[in-house]
């Protein structure tokens, strides 16, 4: 069993930075793929982007996030994180990490979900 428990949302201004943490239990993190999505009110759940295990060498991103956030991971300490930056109000959403097997752009792809954190940009 994996759980995965996200961390650092908040309020920001425009052009600001945050970055959200996931911590991950359970004995298969290391050769767990780890996603981010994120779910604006109204809207349906979309990708943000994803990095490979176990190095976390590959990493992916939506056309609307590349460039300003990056996920990184560090197997040591069971976590995984995104630092957003030049933030715009249009990426305020609940915030979820997700483990699987495959590095896969699509939320069926991951069969482990943390309960998310809020973001919001105010402009």
């Known amino acids: 069993q994996v759980q995965l428990v996200e961390s650092g949302g908040g309020l920001v201004q425009a052009g600001g930075s945050l970055r959200l943490s996931c911590a991950v239990s359970?004995?298969?993190?290391?050769?767990?793929?780890v996603g981010w999505f994120r779910q604006a009110p109204g809207k349906e759940r979309e990708f943000v982007g994803t990095?490979?295990?176990?190095?976390?060498?590959?990493?992916y991103y939506a056309d609307s996030v590349k460039g300003r956030f990056t996920i990184s991971r560090d197997n040591a300490k069971n976590m995984v994180y995104l630092q957003m930056n030049s933030l715009k109000p249009e990426d305020t959403a609940v915030y979820y990490c997700?483990?699987?097997?495959?590095?896969?752009?699509?939320?069926?792809?991951?069969?482990?979900w943390g309960q998310g954190t809020q973001v919001t940009v105010s402009s």
């Open positions: 997700a483990a699987g097997s495959k590095l896969i752009r699509t939320s069926d792809g991951y069969p482990y």
């Open positions: 990095i490979s295990s176990p190095l976390g060498v590959r990493t």
């Open positions: 359970g004995r298969t993190f290391g050769s767990s793929a």
